[in-house]
Structures are given as structure tokens and as C-alpha cells.
């Protein structure tokens, strides 16, 4: 007979002890922290689910990868394995590795985009943005219609919005450098793109002689989805729809901290020659050698094993369907989510569960503190706080207010799982009691990261 | 004088195997690299001195801490252990850490130095001098002159003079100098050290001036044996509490943990001022990572914060320059000409003295390190006219008055018969040094040009334009264009 379970397509080779902690120790460690789950020591949290970026579990072979990196300042044998697995991949010519994604974002803007340029996005990630935006460029987020509404349940909402795209490009002669292309689409909930969108993408990028790169942090996980969702890929691997994928791209930014399987590491990989001779005259700036571009042999060895093992089809089955099983327990258990449940994370839709709290007072972040008192859980708001304010200081909401649990790979089991799935429902009960915060110190830029808040009245959750 | 011999104070826990190559080998190795030795395969390196940047070997206990590496992204328990150690052994309260070297430079001169500022410095560092100069300001050499001749034998080589740093603020106003940049030890000057009575004095000048003091802290552990050597009344000291007193003279410090440190990956940040810190912090999130990581893994921050421990132990710190003394001793011996006193970290070939028959716009120190690698398969590094680059406003060849190569010693990599094979390789080269010919860009790249340029010898037929390679052997896959 043919099993339903899905188990963990490996067993545990090295563990790492995580602390209990009481209500009490957490509310102290949370006021310590300004109310900010990012400025929290990582041993106060009990299940850190604040991203999968560069969080994941090396494997055995990421392991004896490490133990053969060439740390030879040029032309290290590290690095023609890593251009390799690079290439085979996504088929571009010119492989550049970064210390990490936001690197390879730095890079490739500042060689491309000037005061002034748009670049358009299905929707730019935070980090993305903030590059975009120290270019003096504007970031115009594009998606797809359907990906507004959390509630609608299309298989691709991650797509970017075509006509509005060839719209922007008419309006804009000359000011696009370049089209970018989010997959998984991480902002709006890790929804995944078509491949047919993508096609599209390329055809309309085509026709106004503009190149398209994709981010193309979480690729493998896009490539998963396709395969299950679009008509006509079922039979192909992975590896197949992602060369399929890339092939449609000019080039691609990534971070190897999510399906490179690394805790460390990116790249930046294109076509154009010309272009790539002054990406890497901007890398030994600020990153390193072209050769190894900041990074460790040791990491270029891991990021190689861990391209193509997260194109492993049981890896993905599992991957995919563990944010799934959290979704259904949520899901009956009547907490609004994103849905479908995306590739990386499961995203809560503190919107609707919140109501009563303006957004002007945050209901997503303020959803996140409560999750750590309550439970230990660490998640990210991603709501407007991130995403509200903008470039000339004003304030905005933004359209969604979400937090997400995002899965660090290969770590936690089902029963941690379990215990999250209890945690958020508890928190269910607390939901109309839960009261807003306020800033009360923020940076210019990226202010998620490091500003101080406080919550509007005396206690986050009200007697 | 009796001659103390020393060992190393480890024994070998894993090895690299090396491959030994053939002369023909190595001779098409260097034309597909462009005469640059940066653009060598490492597989075709038999010794490789090109640098001692990130190129140690790691200890079991950091390998051991690497196992202990806390990858989340906010608050790793590994941050709070580099803070304390850096703290501890420089002590400085604010850390923020980066993925090398160059992101702590980057950040560092994009939050104090504003257009048309001026930052005068013990002797330029390439990545040093082009972040400066990309933030607007202008940098001054203001190293005492017995810097920029190989032959002295002054002890700290490294020295800023006060005169010529008066002349700078004199000039240009208190103002307009944002900070002073110390680099200990003075890599382009030959690893060379400066005295603390000399940090001293250049602290006593800063405050009357309101100017603060960074630290290029890079080889400051190398640079607290030299003290702790040669400068009178430090004999007795111990190396961590020099290299507290060093940085207690500063106000913040940019550190490359590739160096001292004894990482493969790493650097660091760190300052006193409270309100700087919150601006660097701002600007680390965005180029280099959240200030709890700055762009590298934790387990790399565990590594960090157990290399600086071991870093400034006596025993290590002996043998580490125990070993590049034993090579220089041994070339001196040759009568081959190299910056005296020996550096910190390297040998320094002196090519303008070797290869007198190669003028400076040929390159004469690129020529000699392409040289040696035919010869016996040892990687250099140039540190000459090519490093030096253009001038930015008149675009001319800057020529330094060093014309160098550097043979740079990793830490606990190579052994002592690694060294004499060097030596004896060096002296072959120098035996049939009128051979040795002239070298002409066929590519130069606008910015840290030494890394990526391409050369070929000044006596090969000129080539076309079209058969120039400017995207050199790292393009040479046929481009695949998009579907």
C-alpha cells in the first residue's frame, strides 16, 4: 500500500539544546528588548520563527563540504565548485558570489540604477527596497490582483501584473533599468509565480528591450510549486522547471541563506559579459576578490552541496507540506491565515483577526509580541511597520498586515509544530484583548530592525 | 649571540594536500592569468603567499566553536561572545560586526567623512584609501619618511610624524579632518610598527585638535610584539595589555578578524562614541546584515571571538613572527635585497633594487612576483605602482616609493621547510634576475585595479584591440543568451 505520512526526508546527525522559559522571564526579556522582537537575545526564544534566512540545518555533505574549503584569497578551487553548481543551475555565464542576498541587490543597483529610474517588482522585498530606494530609484511593487486579497485561493498569487507592467514600462521611457521578479513572492505571503507569468514577464521585458532578474531567493521552493500546481509540469524535476525558469531571465540576484540551504552566502549571476566586468569592479569595493566575494571557501563549498539539494523532491514534498499540516490545524481551528499556505512560511492575517486595533497602532506587531510572551515564539511583523513608511517620511498602511511564521529548514519537527499550532490558538483566545503599540525611536531605513516601541496602554493584552 | 630556535606551539590536526607542477605548467598558467598572480587558480600554487588574509589554519577549539554557531537572525548567543571578546581584548563598548574587513571601511567612511573632507594616515591602504576617496575626502600620507626607504633600520617604521599631520590641519582646518587613520602595523610599508610613545603623542595632538583617532586594527597584535620588543620599557608587558593600551589611545577601530584573528571570514567595527555606534548600526543593516550578525554566520563569530584569544598569547604571537623573521634572515643572508627592519607579516622583496634594469612604468614588482611563480610555483602579491593605482584628479600612475613584492605568511599554515624553499627559490629568481623583463596593462580596471588587471610582457608583439580580453579567464564561459 502507499503510505500517507510524510516523514522528514533525513534523521538528525547534531542537535542544539533550546531553554524553557516562563511568561514572566519572557515579558522581562521582551521590555528589555523595546518591544522588538529582533533586538531579542536568541536564547530568550524557545521556537525561533522569525525567518528561514540563513537559519536552516546543513546536512552531512554541507558538513564535509566545509571541511575542503579552499580558503585561498584567488582563484580558489572552492570557487570553481560553486560557479559550478551556479551554472548548472541557472545556466547564466557570469556567477559572482556575495556575503549574502541584500550584497548581490547592492551590487547589481548600483551598477544599474540611477536617481530617478524606476524599478519594477511584483513586489520588492524589504531589504530590496531598501536598496532600490539609496539608489535614488523607486521601487514600484507590481503583483497580480488576486494577490491582494489573502482570502482568494489561486495556486499562483504570487505572479506580477502584466498589463501594468507594459503600462509602466510606455510611461516610463528609458527610466527602467531593469524588471525584477520575486519567487516565492515573500511579501505577499511566499505565494509562487507561473512559469507562465514569468513567460510573460519575458515577453513584454522583451518587447521594450529591458532585462528581467529574478530574486531568486526561494527558486526551488517556486519550482515545487509548479510542478504541483501548473498544468503540464507534473513529470518534470525541480531542477528542470528552475532551468526552465532561469532560462527566461537575464540574470538573478540570490540569497543562499534560503534554498541554498547555507547559513551564509549569495550571488549575483548574469548573462552579459559587460555588465558582469563592472559588478565585479563594485564587488572588490565593498564584498572581496571576485573569487570568493566575501564569503569563506568553506561557505562556497556548503552553498554548492545545498543549491541542489533543495531541488530534492523529497526535501521540497516535506518542506512544502509542513507549513501546509500547520495551516489545516489553524485553519479549523478558526485563525485567519494567508491561504494557500505558501513555500517558507505560514503567513497570520492579524488584519482581520485584530480588527479592533487601527493600523496606525501596528496589529501585526503587536501580534508578534504577544505570540513571544505567550508562547516564546519569535515571528516577524510584516505589515506597517516594514513596509509603512516612506521614502520622504511620511506614513502609509500597508495593504496587508501579516505575521509571518517563517520555517528555518531542517530544524524543528512535528511536534514543534504541534506546540506552535497550541500556542497560536491560544493566543486566539486572548485576540480581542490584545491591544496596539507605538514607535518610540526609529533609523531612517529599515526601521523593523532596530526601532523602540511600546504598547498603548499600560499592558499588551488588556485584563 | 646564541640564536633561539623556536616551535611552533601546536601540532598538525588536518592537512591540505598540495600539488607540485611543472614549469611548463606554471608558464601557460601565468599567461592565462594575464601575468596577475590574483588571476592564478590556486590548484596551479604550490606555496601560496599572496596573502595572510583569511588564509589561516583554524584551531580545533574554533573548529569546535564553529559547531556552537547560534544561526538566528537576531541576537545570536555568538554575537554577545565577540562583543565580550573584543571588548576584553580591545575594548571597545560598541561592536558592530561585518563580513570582512572592507564592509567596517565602508561603513565607517560613509558615516564620518563628507565631501571635501581630508584624513590624513600612516601610508595609504588600497581598500582604505578608495573607500576615503569614495566618501568624498582626500587622503594624506603623513608617515615619517624612514618609511619609504627600504634600507632603514628604524624601529617603528609605522610612526606617524606630528609634523606633517600639523601641516595637514594647519592646512586644511581641524574641521575638515574627520578622524586621523592609524593603521598598526603599516602593511604597504613592509608590516611595519609604530611605537605607543608615538600613538601617544598623535592621541595628545587629536584631543587638542578635537580630532578623533581610528585604528586600522587589522595586525595590532603584531604590532603590541613589536612594542613589547623593541620600544624601551615594554619588555615586561603582556601582549593583551599593549594591545589595550593601543587601542585605549583611539577612538574607534575597523578590523579585518582575517589577520590576527586567525578566521577565514570576518571583521568588525568598533567604536566609543555612543551616537556613532546608532549611525553605523543603521547603516550596517543595510549593506552588511542585521548589527547582531553584520553579514556573517554566527558559527563565524564564535570562530572570531576564540582566534582573538588565541591571537594574543605569547607563545603564538613569537612563533608567528618567529617564522617570517626565519625566512627574512634567510634571504638577507643571500644578499637579496628587502625592507629592513622584517615586517609583522611578510617579507617584502625590494624589486626597484633587484630588477634596476625594468623601469617603474613597466612594473618592475609585477614582473619579479609573475617571475617567481614560473620559477618555483610561489603565489605573491605586488605592492608597488600597480596597487598604487591612478591619481583620481589627474589620472596619472601614482609611483610609490616602494616598489615591492610580498611574500605574505599565512598563520599556522606552512612549516619551516615551506619557508626554506621559498628562500631558496627567491635566490634562483635573483640569481638570473636580468632575465627577469618589463610588463604593459592589456586591461585596467578603474578602481583597485591590482586585483583584476592583465598584462603581458613589454616585449610580445602589440595586439589588435579586438584580440584584447578584457573580461579576462573568470569570463571565459560562452555566454548563454537569454531564451
Request: charged share 25%.
Amino acid at each position: 500500500m502507499r503510505f500517507q505520512t510524510i516523514i522528514e526526508p533525513f534523521r538528525i546527525k547534531t542537535v542544539e539544546p533550546i531553554r524553557q522559559t516562563t511568561v514572566a522571564q519572557r515579558a522581562a526579556a521582551l521590555e528589555a528588548a523595546h518591544h522588538n522582537v529582533f533586538l531579542l537575545q536568541a536564547e530568550d526564544v524557545l521556537i525561533d520563527l522569525l525567518t528561514d534566512s540563513g537559519t536552516g540545518a546543513m546536512s552531512v555533505h554541507q558538513w564535509s563540504g566545509m571541511m575542503k574549503g579552499d580558503e585561498s584569497y584567488a582563484g580558489a578551487r572552492s570557487f570553481a565548485v560553486f560557479e559550478r553548481a551556479v551554472r548548472d543551475i541557472t545556466g547564466f555565464a557570469h556567477v559572482i558570489p556575495t556575503h549574502q542576498g541584500r550584497a548581490a541587490e547592492h551590487i547589481l543597483f548600483s551598477t544599474m540604477v540611477r536617481p530617478g529610474d524606476v524599478v519594477p517588482n511584483n513586489t520588492h522585498f524589504d531589504t530590496t527596497r531598501a536598496n532600490v530606494q539609496d539608489r535614488g530609484g523607486l521601487a514600484l511593487d507590481l503583483p497580480a490582483a488576486e494577490a491582494r486579497d489573502p482570502h482568494v485561493a489561486h495556486p499562483f498569487k504570487g505572479n506580477m501584473d502584466v498589463e501594468a507592467l507594459e503600462r509602466t514600462l510606455i510611461d516610463n521611457p528609458r527610466r527602467v533599468p531593469l524588471v525584477m521578479i520575486t519567487v516565492t513572492n515573500n511579501s505577499e505571503g511566499g505565494q509562487p509565480v507561473s512559469l507562465e507569468n514569468v513567460r510573460a514577464v519575458r515577453e513584454v521585458c522583451t518587447r521594450h528591450g529591458v532585462p528581467l532578474f529574478i530574486d531568486a531567493c526561494r527558486f526551488a521552493e517556486n519550482a515545487w510549486f509548479i510542478k504541483t500546481r501548473e498544468p503540464g509540469y507534473a513529470d518534470c524535476t525541480p531542477h528542470e522547471i528552475a532551468r526552465a525558469m532561469f532560462a527566461l531571465a537575464d540574470g538573478c540576484t540570490m540569497s543562499a541563506k534560503k534554498d541554498g540551504m547555507a547559513n551564509i552566502g549569495g550571488f549575483l549571476a548574469m548573462n552579459d559579459p559587460e555588465l558582469a566586468l563592472r559588478c565585479r569592479t563594485r564587488l572588490v569595493l565593498t564584498e572581496g576578490f571576485p573569487t570568493y566575494g566575501g564569503l569563506a571557501g568553506y561557505d562556497l563549498e556548503a552553498i554548492a552541496v545545498g543549491l541542489h539539494e533543495a531541488l530534492d523532491e523529497d526535501y521540497l514534498r516535506y518542506r512544502v507540506r509542513s507549513i501546509a499540516y500547520l495551516g489545516e490545524k489553524l485553519t479549523a481551528g478558526g485563525v485567519p491565515i494567508v491561504t494557500p499556505t505558501g513555500g517558507h512560511a505560514l503567513y497570520l492575517d492579524a488584519k482581520r483577526w485584530l480588527p479592533h486595533i487601527p493600523q496606525s497602532q501596528y496589529p501585526a506587531w503587536a501580534l508578534s509580541l504577544v505570540l513571544y510572551v505567550e508562547g516564546g515564539i519569535r515571528a516577524a511583523e510584516i505589515g506597517s511597520v516594514m513596509f509603512g513608511l516612506q521614502p520622504d517620511g511620511s506614513e502609509r498602511p500597508a495593504d496587508l498586515e501579516l505575521v509571518r511564521l517563517a520555517f528555518p529548514r531542517r530544524v524543528y519537527t512535528q511536534s514543534h509544530v504541534d506546540y506552535v499550532a497550541e500556542v497560536v490558538l491560544h493566543v486566539g483566545t486572548l485576540a480581542d484583548r490584545i491591544r496596539g503599540v507605538r514607535i518610540v525611536q526609529s533609523p531612517p531605513v529599515l526601521r523593523h530592525f532596530t526601532s523602540h516601541f511600546a504598547p498603548v496602554a499600560d499592558t499588551l493584552v488588556s485584563r | 649571540m646564541r640564536r633561539e630556535s623556536w616551535a611552533e606551539p601546536w601540532r598538525v590536526k588536518v592537512v591540505e594536500p598540495l600539488r607540485i607542477t611543472t614549469r611548463a605548467e606554471r608558464e601557460r598558467a601565468i599567461r592565462e592569468a594575464g601575468y596577475n598572480t590574483f588571476l592564478l587558480r590556486s590548484e596551479d600554487v604550490y606555496i601560496d603567499l599572496l596573502t595572510d588574509s583569511g588564509t589561516s589554519a583554524m584551531s580545533d577549539r574554533q573548529w569546535a566553536g564553529m559547531m556552537l554557531g547560534d544561526e538566528a537572525y537576531a541576537g545570536s548567543r555568538n554575537f554577545y561572545s565577540l562583543q565580550n571578546a573584543v571588548l576584553r581584548y580591545y575594548g571597545y563598548p560598541h561592536l558592530i560586526p561585518t563580513h570582512q574587513g572592507r564592509g567596517a571601511e565602508h561603513i565607517l567612511s560613509r558615516i564620518l567623512i563628507s565631501p571635501g573632507d581630508h584624513v590624513p594616515g600612516n601610508m595609504y591602504f588600497t581598500t582604505t584609501r578608495v573607500h576615503q576617496e569614495l566618501a568624498g575626502g582626500t587622503f594624506h600620507d603623513v608617515i615619517i619618511d624612514e618609511a619609504h626607504d627600504p634600507a632603514s633600520e628604524h624601529p617603528f617604521k609605522g610612526n606617524v610624524d606630528l609634523a606633517k599631520l600639523d601641516a595637514v590641519v594647519q592646512r586644511y582646518g581641524a574641521p575638515r579632518v574627520p578622524y586621523v587613520s592609524v593603521a598598526a602595523t603599516v602593511n604597504m610599508a613592509g608590516g611595519q610598527p609604530l611605537s605607543l610613545a608615538n600613538l601617544r603623542e598623535v592621541r595628545e595632538y587629536t584631543r587638542a585638535h578635537g580630532i578623533r583617532v581610528i585604528l586600522d586594527a587589522t595586525r595590532a597584535v603584531e604590532n603590541a610584539w613589536f612594542i613589547q620588543q623593541r620600544e624601551p620599557g615594554q619588555r615586561g608587558r603582556r601582549i593583551d595589555d599593549i594591545l589595550h593600551e593601543m587601542c585605549d589611545l583611539t577612538d574607534g577601530a575597523t578590523m579585518s578578524g582575517k589577520k590576527d584573528s586567525l578566521v577565514n571570514i570576518g571583521g568588525w567595527l568598533g567604536l566609543r562614541d555612543e551616537r556613532l555606534a546608532e549611525r553605523a548600526r543603521n547603516l550596517v543593516v543595510v549593506y552588511e546584515g542585521l548589527h547582531t550578525y553584520g553579514g556573517l554566520a554566527g558559527r563565524d563569530m564564535e570562530a572570531m571571538a576564540i582566534g582573538i584569544e588565541e591571537s594574543v598569547q605569547e607563545d603564538h604571537i613569537r612563533s608567528r613572527i618567529g617564522q617570517v623573521l626565519y625566512l627574512g634572515e634567510q634571504l638577507i643572508a643571500a644578499g637579496i635585497p628587502i625592507v629592513r627592519p622584517i615586517g609583522g607579516h611578510a617579507v617584502f622583496l625590494d624589486a626597484a633594487a633587484m630588477l634596476p634594469h625594468i623601469p617603474r612604468e613597466q612594473f618592475p614588482a609585477q614582473s619579479l612576483a609573475a617571475a617567481l611563480y614560473v620559477a618555483s610555483g610561489i603565489r605573491a602579491m605586488e605592492r608597488g605602482a600597480v596597487s598604487a593605482g591612478r591619481d583620481p584628479a589627474s589620472g596619472e600612475n601614482r609611483y610609490p616609493p616602494l616598489e615591492l613584492v610580498r611574500l605574505t605568511i599565512p598563520r599556522r599554515v606552512y612549516t619551516q621547510a615551506h619557508m626554506d624553499v621559498t628562500a631558496e627559490s627567491v635566490s634562483t629568481v635573483y640569481d638570473a634576475r636580468h632575465r627577469v623583463r618589463g610588463l604593459r596593462f592589456t586591461y585596467e580596471p578603474a578602481m583597485l585595479r591590482f586585483f583584476q588587471a592583465r598584462f603581458e610582457p613589454v616585449d610580445a608583439p602589440v595586439r589588435r584591440d579586438a584580440d584584447a580580453d578584457p573580461a579576462g579567464r573568470m569570463n571565459d564561459a560562452r555566454s548563454v543568451s537569454a531564451a
